[in-house]
């Protein structure tokens, strides 16, 4: 089997191309440590309870174990690992106990890591514990790309790649979040 010397200055593409290739656990591990902490905060964002993001953390790395081949290069392994992260918690949200994860899916601290662009004047007069109100107002989805966005800070392109849709459906969805979370503050904070 062939070894890499500097493990830590292969490309994350180079390594997934060699851990598909191998099959090779320690490999994977290398993967894991990368990752681990960035998947683990996504599914936290989720489930809201350490045991219950622990989990999902072990199942979206048992899953990505199985589904490495399934990376076709057309975006950035993270950009995809996050894909695949947010979609297997949105599965996981769907299937199992939606109404608890959904009261609990936004804290002050998402809340607080929101950056806002120059056209989100609206947000911007919004008091901190209102919003958080307010985001548990829209449906998950409509929160989830906001957070995307603003909290996540995830470009137009990167949020395609996330949730498999185009470009103005992006922006068509975010306009139509920011529109109706302003709506939802508006009519029940002021």
């Known amino acids: 089997m062939e070894t890499i010397n500097n493990i830590n200055a ?65 975006s950035k392994f993270s950009t995809w690992l996050y894909a695949f992260t947010y979609n297997h918690c949105v599965n996981y949200v769907t299937r199992n106990t939606a109404k608890k994860i959904e009261k609990n899916a936004v804290d002050y601290q998402d809340i607080e890591n929101i950056s806002f662009e120059e056209d989100d004047k609206d947000f911007l007069q919004m008091k901190v514990h209102n919003l958080k109100e307010a985001l548990n107002l829209i449906s998950p989805e409509e929160k989830m790309i906001l957070l995307l966005k603003y909290q996540d800070y995830l470009s137009i392109k990167e949020i395609e790649s996330v949730l498999g849709i185009g470009e103005s459906a992006v922006k068509m969805r975010i306009k139509r979040a920011k529109d109706k979370l302003i709506n939802e503050y508006k009519n029940n904070f002021e």
């Open 10 to 74: 292969v490309s994350d593409e180079d390594l997934v191309r060699k851990i598909v290739k191998t099959n090779d656990t320690l490999l994977f591990e290398v993967l894991y440590d990368r990752y681990a902490t960035m998947v683990y905060n996504k599914c936290y964002g989720f489930a809201k309870d350490e045991d219950e993001a622990k989990d999902l953390t072990q199942d979206v790395f048992l899953k990505l174990f199985v589904k490495l081949a399934s990376f076709k290069e057309k």
